[in-house]
């Protein structure tokens, strides 16, 4: 069972700045098969993005992921205020189970 | 647009059963699988069970296999978890999700509901 870390638990930022978030599987992702969610206090998580790379629905391009293998990225170009929030990475595949890492935080400086 | 409304948490006594309900609305129930997932602040989200658009298969995390049963009526448009022998760690927030929509995989979740919280606790 792949098991999903992210880095840093905490990212302190000032909006207008760059946030890259890690999210290391364990094992090799095939397919690249990894979501990325949002969630804000008090809210259910919000899909960003799938297949590493590609944008929800909706979702704004200063959003962007990464990545391959073990390592993967997601990417807000320039935060916005309404960006801080907490971001969970997620491996999916072709059958359940499914696992999600333990979230990055990022928070204004 | 999509609503998933959930109901039914509350607080139960561990070896207790509790069934948890999500009512669908916004989109053609019987054509997706729908999940369980839930939250908690020590072990943060966590899968749980998956039932796809007919019913005809099931799937539970390890961790309550042979406890938790979900189930499905299309002609309700509401998916259930009938949760039994609940322990103290299945203390959680739970979410329903819908799994897939236009996305290629039914395991991505692309709406939630807002959860309904269970507390195990004597």
């Known amino acids: 069972e792949i098991v999903l870390t992210q880095s840093p638990g905490t990212l302190s930022l000032s909006p207008g700045e760059r946030a890259t978030l890690s999210c290391r599987a364990s094992?090799?992702?095939?397919?690249?098969?990894i979501a990325w969610y949002q969630q804000k206090p008090g809210q259910a998580p919000r899909l960003l993005m799938y297949?590493?790379?590609h944008r929800a629905a909706g979702i704004p391009d200063r959003f962007s992921g990464s990545g391959s293998g073990t390592d993967f990225t997601l990417t807000i170009s320039r935060l916005e205020p309404e960006d801080f929030a907490v971001y969970y990475c997620?491996?999916?595949?072709?059958?359940?189970?499914?696992?999600f890492g333990p979230g990055t935080k990022v928070d204004i400086k | 647009q999509v609503q998933l409304v959930e109901s039914g948490g509350g607080v139960v006594q561990p070896g207790g059963s509790l069934t948890l309900s999500c009512a669908a609305s916004?989109?053609?129930?019987?054509?997706?699988?729908m999940h369980w997932v839930r939250q908690t602040p020590g072990k943060g989200l966590e899968w749980v069970a998956f039932i796809r658009n007919d019913g005809s298969n099931e799937y539970y995390a390890d961790s309550v296999k042979g406890r938790f049963t979900i189930s499905r009526d299309n002609s309700k448009n509401t998916v259930y978890l009938q949760m039994n022998s609940l322990r103290a760690e299945d203390t959680a927030l739970y979410y329903c999700?819908?799994?897939?929509?236009?996305?290629?995989?039914?395991?991505?979740?692309?709406?939630w509901g807002q959860g309904t919280l269970v507390t195990v606790s004597s």
């Open positions: 999700a819908k799994g897939g929509g236009p996305y290629g995989n039914y395991l991505i979740f692309d709406d």
């Open positions: 297949g590493a790379s």
């Open positions: 997620q491996k999916y595949g072709t059958s359940p189970p499914t696992a």
């Open positions: 094992q090799t992702v095939t397919w690249s098969e």
């Open positions: 916004g989109f053609i129930f019987n054509n997706y699988g």
